[in-house]
Structure formats: C-alpha cells, structure tokens
C-alpha cells in the first residue's frame, strides 16, 4: 500500500491529473451516494461544437450504463462540481497521501 500511495504522489505531478481526498471529517456527503462513474466530454469541431455529446459512464456488476440526455449529464456535473468543492484541495490532499506513506513505513 506504501508503494501505492507513493505512485499517487507521483502523479498527482502530472498535467493532467488531479487527486483530492475527501476527509473523513467531512461526514457522509449525498453526492457520493451515486457510486464511481466517469464523465466523457468530447472534443469541439470547426464550430465549436462537440464532435459527440457527453456520456455518463457506469459500470454495474451486470452491465454497463450510458448516460446522454441532459438532464442525467447535469446531475452527474453537479455531483462532481459538489464532491470536489467538499475535498481537500489539491496540494493538501497529496500533502496528506504523502503523510500517509510516511507513516506507514514507520511503523
């Protein structure tokens, strides 16, 4: 597990990547009752325009959804815009995983 919070420490360096922990203290938040799921947004065209809408993904133990009507797609963004402002920003949370680390291996 050491070597594992460690990777997420070297990622989180990564342009691309964002890692945020939300805090035990920060109680049960509803949002997170919706279950892992992935946001697909698609890139623009000559207009401006997506190529694709965005989907929702969500893998069930029997299956997989898709989500694309509008209104599923801003309940899932609403979701993840609640979820982040409720985490730890982003150098705390790596500040923390590091911590983590360190402690574990201590012991």
Do not use: C
Not at 84 to 94: D, N, R
Request: proline fraction near 7%; aromatic fraction near 10%.
């Amino acid at each position: 597990m050491i070597e594992q919070l460690r990777h997420l420490v070297v990622m989180s360096q990564r342009n691309n990547v964002a890692i945020r922990v939300m805090p035990f203290s920060a109680g049960f938040h509803p949002a997170a009752a919706t279950g892992p799921f992935i946001k697909l947004d698609f890139p623009t065209v000559a207009n401006g325009a997506p190529s694709e809408p965005s989907t929702v993904y969500i893998e069930g133990l029997t299956g997989a959804l898709f989500l694309e009507k509008p209104n599923e797609i801003k309940r899932y963004s609403e979701a993840f815009a609640d979820l982040w402002e409720a985490s730890m920003i982003e150098v705390e949370s790596v500040n923390y995983i590091a911590k983590l680390a360190r402690e574990m291996r201590q012991q």
